[in-house]
């Protein structure tokens, strides 16, 4: 039992180590050839020359990868040698042994264990097939340490530097092209071992039921269900560590945090919160396994017609309180409908006495020595999961020669010699004696549930406070903590009462005391619609004005035309300037504010620039401020584009430094013991949830920074009150209900009353309601925020309220399942709510609302050139999702059945790329460079470059770490994107936005090799 659990421990911590070097060697090529990864080498598709061709000269191009990524400012990596030896040691010490070590328990588990057969019974020849099943065990090591080995030869042979050698040397160098298929051989062979040996052992495992065995089983079985709560509790722990792609990468930041020297403290922390939660989860599974040897007594009739006449009592009761709470919306008391109703229907039917309860045989007594193995593998799942992350970010930083994870070996080691300790030691912490009393006492389940609401209630104090002190990590494991006491106090309770004759008639010995609260939560949760607890903070001054596009654009073109020693007359044509910065959380966030400090005229903060940049001259500093018209954001670029606002008073300070702050800890923090809390009380306390968290957790930050994130976003919008403070922000979300676009903007771009009628429909466009002269909305399916921002309390039509910058920011960056989903009342009747989430939902790019806004803008430019102005409008797109420069590949024929989902998911990905490139052909079709009121330059004299309206700013590819999606940075990642910011791409587009200024229409040098 040790060993296999053992093993399963490692095998998946080896995955997550193996994907990460899978990963480095796939993203080293050059730009437009193929990815290849070491996994893929080593598969059955090697067997095909297209792809043995491919592979050979993927594995060429990793040894070119260093000097040539080094030529573009990219990061250093291990020699390929080094990696394919590290591929090597991890996927037979970490993968191929303890798969091993599996299969060869469970035939030695099917030997051991297998049923008595009779000579006609099939068991009789499960003998050989076990036996088979070991041999073909054994073939599969050996099968696998050839192939990594090959892999290695290969990786060798196709060093450039040995294409000159002599003798046997330069006879395997140019033969090596006949070992890729070989491979391909070799692990075609490997999983056809594998899955004979898998289904031997599955034969094997089958032999062992019978009704023989059937008791041994059942003794074990009744372990796993006394510890279902822990069984629960492990594996959510081991699922978030299974999270792939953006988030999982989040989860690695959020480590890499605890070993940078200023959060030296938060590795202490998370070891400490481990270890309370790894010694309460033993301490509680002792208490559960005892508790379960025995079933709570069946009540005499007189007993159980007393117990149903309470309960009839207490259900109808809570239910009326319930109903009440509902119907004339109390603050609290909503919880108690749905478990009243339940208890109400388990009275009613208990008063009949079935006779099936009594002749039911008695329990099979448990297992307690398995039980307390199986108790001390689940506790030590919090130092499993740090020794998988310790070990797969322990790979990723060895790859890139990052030699400053040595804290991740030290935790490593830590988190083995703790697994190793309680594995040890957990048949004698957890188990009994046979003759001790096994009914649980009142005070301890009292104290159980006592310290649970503690824990909840101190921890959920301030939410901020408590994400600051135990990082991510940590508040994960203190959730946990504070669950598992919770969680044994129900167990203990439901284990110690009888369920009633309808429970038990259908086959339940106890009382289901989680099942009812998990069901009643669920279903109040429905029947509960109108809670505030999740509705949009709002301010107390009332929203300023709002002004259409076209009045916008007047007053900016009046600013620009004003003659002054930085713009003489006649510096034409004049740039009018759009940014989109695209969603991607606290890294969007991060990268739209060091891409506009690199841009912004007087940005340049005495020598400033960004973790991780090396180059002094990448950063122009051309741009002003105010030549930026309307600024689109969403999610985290939202944030980037609000925190720019909030610093308008302080010029001297660089945008991005509040954003280095941790904001993922609070964040769990309040999901954790807010959130979660709430789901089950259901109070209506408005401004309390993990969204207010996160939005403090900003304004905290800036406010050290010497910003105002708190301000008005209105009120911010207005540097007098008749003067717009430019750029203009239009920050989108996403309606839940009806999947329109919620646009925060001081811009009048939707439909005044879209809040009330359906904001897909085509009457009030096709025939508006206020005439045939009536303002047409500037952006299709969209609803304006500030229509519904009024409190839930006040029942009789009022003015909307401003919203706060951070409060803004967040309306479009409301991730699913990180940010509860907000609540919007309209002004006019605040039963219209409106449901915001994500805005990236929609348009990840923030590219649609510009394109959609473009018709307005090319009449108001016509309308300026009849006044004699040029106005020349320049596009800047910031995503900061990292672009794979990775050759496309020719699509396969899709099977029939799939092909409809492959076409929804194609479309749903293609979306936001789709709106950025409509957005940029507006800004490149209409408006040729050079040209204002008409290109008339014949086609022959045009230039063989000319100066691009639109640029990009986006970072690449990379092996090593990249910054995640999510709300925390660590320095790694920050250096990440700050490195990013000067590669070869980047340096071009920050020269052609200098130009745009300059007046010079030359090709930048940065650009020569793009």
């Not at 092209?177 to 004979?196: E, N």
């Not at 600024?631 to 954003?659: N, Q």
């Not at 209506?684 to 008005?712: C, I, P």
């Not at 839930?792 to 309220?801: I, N, S, T």
Request: charged fraction near 15%; proline fraction near 6%.
């Amino acid at each position: 039992m040790r060993t296999a659990l053992m093993a399963a421990f490692v095998l998946y911590a080896g995955l997550g180590a193996l994907a990460v070097l899978d990963d480095t060697l796939s993203l080293m090529h050059k730009p437009g050839h193929a990815s290849v990864s070491a996994s893929a080498i080593l598969s059955p598709s090697s067997i095909a020359h297209s792809n043995a061709s491919t592979n050979a000269t993927a594995v060429g191009e990793w040894w070119g990868w260093n000097t040539y990524f080094n030529d573009h400012f990219g990061q250093d990596v291990l020699s390929p040698f080094g990696l394919a030896f590290m591929y090597l040691a991890v996927d037979i010490a970490f993968i191929a042994i303890p798969v091993t070590l599996l299969l060869l328990g469970a035939v030695r588990y099917s030997e051991d264990h297998r049923a008595p057969e009779s000579a006609a019974d099939w068991r009789a020849g499960l003998a050989q097939p076990l036996r088979f099943a070991t041999y073909a065990t054994a073939a599969y090591l050996a099968f696998d340490i050839v192939e990594d080995v090959a892999l290695l030869g290969i990786t060798v042979l196709l060093n450039p530097d040995l294409a000159h050698g002599s003798g046997v040397l330069q006879w395997l160098v140019q033969h090596v092209g006949w070992m890729v298929p070989a491979v391909g051989v070799v692990s075609a062979a490997k999983l056809l071992l594998l899955f004979t040996a898998a289904l031997g052992c599955a034969a094997g495992l089958a032999g062992t039921f019978g009704p023989q065995v059937r008791q041994k089983k059942m003794s074990r079985w009744r372990a796993v269900v006394a510890l279902r709560a822990h069984l629960g509790l492990a594996l959510i722990l081991m699922a978030l560590l299974a999270l792939g792609s953006d988030l999982g990468r989040q989860l690695d930041d959020a480590f890499l945090l605890l070993f940078e020297p200023h959060h030296t403290y938060l590795i202490a922390m998370t070891l400490i919160a481990a270890i309370a939660t790894t010694g309460m989860l033993l301490a509680t599974a002792r208490s559960v396994l005892h508790a379960y040897q025995s079933a709570p007594s069946v009540p005499d009739p007189a007993q159980t017609k007393t117990i149903n006449t309470i309960i009839l009592c207490v259900g109808f009761g809570a239910m009326v309180i319930g109903g009440a709470a509902i119907a004339l919306h109390w603050p609290a008391g909503q919880v108690a409908f749905v478990p009243g109703a339940i208890t109400l229907l388990l009275g009613l039917f208990g008063f009949k006495r079935d006779a099936a309860v009594e002749d039911r045989p008695p329990e099979i007594p448990m297992n307690t020595e398995w039980g307390a193995r199986v108790a001390g593998a689940l506790s030590v799942t919090p130092f499993a999961v740090l020794f998988a992350l310790s070990m797969r970010n322990g790979v990723r930083l060895v790859a890139v020669k990052d030699d400053t994870g040595w804290g991740l070996a030290i935790c490593m080691v830590t988190c083995v010699l703790v697994m190793v300790a309680v594995f040890h030691s957990s048949p004698q912490l957890c188990d009994h004696d046979a003759s001790e009393t096994k009914d649980p006492s009142l005070p301890l389940r009292l104290a159980l549930a006592v310290g649970s609401l503690t824990a909840f209630v101190i921890l959920g104090w301030s939410p901020q406070t408590t994400g600051n002190v135990l990082g991510p990590w940590g508040v994960l494991f203190a959730l946990v903590f504070a669950l598992s006491l919770g969680a044994t106090a129900l167990v203990l309770l439901s284990d110690a009462y009888y369920p009633g004759n309808v429970l038990a008639a259908s086959g339940l010995r106890r009382l289901p005391v989680i099942a009812i609260i998990l069901i009643s939560a669920t279903a109040t949760s429905l029947t509960d619609d109108q809670s505030t607890y999740h509705s949009v903070r709002l301010k107390d001054a009332a929203a300023g004005n709002r002004v259409t596009i076209d009045a916008a654009l007047d007053q900016w073109g009046r600013r620009q035309t004003e003659v002054t020693t930085a713009r003489p007359a006649g510096s034409e044509p004049i740039p009018l300037v759009f940014v989109a910065s695209a969603g991607g959380g606290i890294r969007a966030a991060y990268w739209t504010t060091i891409v506009l400090n690199c841009l912004v005229k007087n940005q340049d903060n005495a020598g400033w620039k960004p973790i991780g940049m090396d180059m002094n001259n990448v950063c122009t500093h051309q741009m002003p401020m105010g030549s930026v018209f309307l600024a689109s954001g969403i999610s985290g670029g939202s944030l980037g584009l609000a925190v720019t606002k909030a610093f308008k008073d302080a010029p001297a300070v660089p945008w991005s430094e509040p954003l280095g702050k941790d904001f993922l800890g609070p964040t769990v923090a309040g999901v954790a013991f807010r959130d979660l809390p709430n789901a089950f009380v259901r109070l209506r306390a408005t401004g309390q949830d993990s969204a207010a968290v996160l939005e403090k957790s900003w304004e905290k930050s800036v406010r050290d920074a010497k910003g105002d994130l708190e301000s008005g976003f209105l009120a911010t919008a207005w540097s007098t009150p008749d003067r717009l403070d430019f750029p203009l922000l239009a920050l989108g979300g996403t309606s839940v209900t009806d999947g329109c676009r919620v646009t925060v903007s001081a811009l009048k771009l939707a439909d005044a009353d879209a809040a009330s009628h359906d904001c897909l429909s085509l009457d009030r466009v096709v025939t508006p309601i206020q005439g045939a002269h009536a303002q047409l909305q500037t952006l299709a399916a969209t609803k304006d925020a500030f229509d519904s921002t009024c409190p839930a309390d006040v029942k009789q039509p009022g003015d909307p309220k401003d919203l706060s910058l951070s409060t803004a920011a967040l309306l479009s960056a409301r991730f699913p399942y990180v940010s509860p989903n907000g609540t919007l009342h309209w002004c006019m009747d605040r039963a219209v709510r409106t449901f915001d989430l994500d805005g990236g939902l929609i348009d990840a790019s923030a590219a649609a609302p510009l394109a959609l806004a473009w018709p307005e803008v090319v009449k108001w430019l016509a309308r300026a050139e009849r006044n004699g102005k040029c106005f020349a409008p320049k596009l800047i797109l910031i995503d900061n999702g990292y672009v794979t420069s990775t050759k496309s590949e020719v699509p396969n024929r899709p099977p029939g059945l799939i092909a409809p989902l492959t076409a929804f998911g194609a479309v749903g990905n293609a979306r936001s790329a789709a709106a950025r490139q409509a957005a940029a052909l507006d800004f490149e079709k209409f408006f040729p460079p050079g040209r204002c009121g008409g290109d008339t330059a014949p086609a022959a004299a045009r230039p063989d470059w000319v100066l691009p309206n639109v640029v990009d700013f986006y970072p690449v590819a990379q092996p090593g770490v990249e910054a995640p999606l999510g709300w925390t940075l660590s320095e790694r990642s920050k250096r990440s994107l700050g490195h990013q910011l000067e590669n070869k791409y980047n340096r071009c587009s920050m020269e052609i936005v200098a130009r745009w200024f300059s007046q010079e229409t030359g090709k930048p040098p940065g650009c020569s090799g793009t």
